[in-house]
């Protein structure tokens, strides 16, 4: 039986087909430009992103622009509810328990988040705990990044006596509780900020070194490792030229948990009187502070307690938007 013959305008329309079929849809897309676009498909993440970059601005104005002076003290304006001018609006208003506390002061005279104890504006003082939080969730970002990655790349990558005598250093380390290696600085040094980042220096960085020497284990059999072993490239420029960028987000989603657990843990410290001293402001003084007065005075507590849960609850989520976005396998 003859093969019927097709016509040049027939294999023209064969080849057109083909060409679309094979025809690239989208642009080829790097490692973090893909991340990029997973993450901006997470709203929780991107709205805790922003979130986290209106709290830090706010806390880093109030430097040089705050409502007052955080430990400015004035027992005639003690316990004062707040108040913003032309609102009423239970809790708003400047009443409490029906009551004007504001009778008598003038116009002027308004405190947005209220007051404490001692007359110091509330506002202010939250602002001053929460640049004292983010500071200290940077300084543990410090040592992780410069602590903890390192020695988890040196462990990994040496291996052998090298790799089990620092694992057993890290072991020792974890076994020892934060709290008793506070109470050990206190010992040392004067309760504040010095004791805590001195405490997150010594155990911080832990978990960070222990998860890049897992995956420092499995790269450095990779193919681009030998290769580049293989041309004479020296450990530290592997290290700085392949393992780190392959790392970046272990690096990037530990980081983001490290920064939480950090500022609870200087909250906490605060909170049962052996952070920072009077009068300096901490979320986990103010916490302490409102407590005593909460079921007279609950916005002394509530206000605090809702920064810190929102800062808590934005790096969470963040983080968990990172692993989702750096990790291929991750369904959308």
């Known amino acids: 039986m003859a093969t019927p013959k097709l016509s040049p305008d027939a294999f023209k329309h064969v080849k057109v087909n083909t060409a679309e079929q094979e025809r690239i849809a989208t642009p080829a897309l790097t490692f973090s430009q893909d991340a990029m676009r997973r993450l901006k498909k997470n709203k929780a993440a991107i709205i805790s992103l922003w ?66 104890y001692l007359g110091r504006d509330l506002l202010s003082r939250i602002m001053v705990g929460t640049r004292v939080s983010l500071f200290i969730g940077i300084v543990a970002t410090f040592f992780d990044l410069t602590i903890g990655v390192v020695y988890g790349i040196v462990s990994g990558w040496r291996g052998g006596l090298t790799d089990t005598l620092m694992q057993r250093v890290i072991e020792i380390i974890s076994s020892v509780p934060n709290l008793v290696v506070v109470i050990l600085m206190l010992l040392v040094f004067k309760p504040g900020m010095t004791s805590i980042i001195l405490a997150i220096a010594f155990t911080g960085w832990v978990t960070m070194a222990r998860l890049i020497r897992a995956q420092t284990l499995q790269l450095k059999d990779q193919e681009f490792v030998l290769a580049a072993r293989t041309l004479g490239e020296s450990s530290v420029k592997i290290a ?93």
């Not at 108040?83 to 208003?93: A, E, I, R, S």
């Not at 029906?98 to 116009?107: E, I, L």
């Not at 843990?265 to 920072?276: N, P, Q, R, T, W």
């Not at 609950?298 to 206000?303: A, E």
């Open 240 to 332: 700085f030229k392949h393992l780190v960028p392959n790392l970046s987000s272990i690096i990037i989603i530990q980081t983001m948990f490290t920064i939480p657990t950090a500022i609870f843990f200087e909250a906490f410290l605060s909170y049962i009187g052996i952070g920072l001293p009077a009068p300096t402001a901490s979320l986990g003084t103010l916490l302490s502070d409102g407590q005593k007065n909460l079921q007279v005075l609950p916005y002394q507590l509530l206000y605090p307690a809702i920064v810190i849960v929102v800062l808590m609850l934005a790096f969470n989520l963040l983080a968990d938007g990172l692993r989702d976005a750096f990790d291929p396998r991750s369904e959308h």
């Open 51 to 116: 979130i986290l970059i209106i709290i830090a601005v706010i806390s880093i104005l109030s430097l040089w622009f705050s409502p007052s002076n955080p430990n400015k003290q004035n027992l005639n304006y003690a316990n004062l509810p707040p108040k913003w001018p032309g609102v009423d609006l239970p809790g708003l208003n400047g009443y409490l328990n029906g009551q004007n506390k504001y009778a008598g002061m003038g116009k002027h005279v308004y405190f947005l988040l209220g007051t404490d």
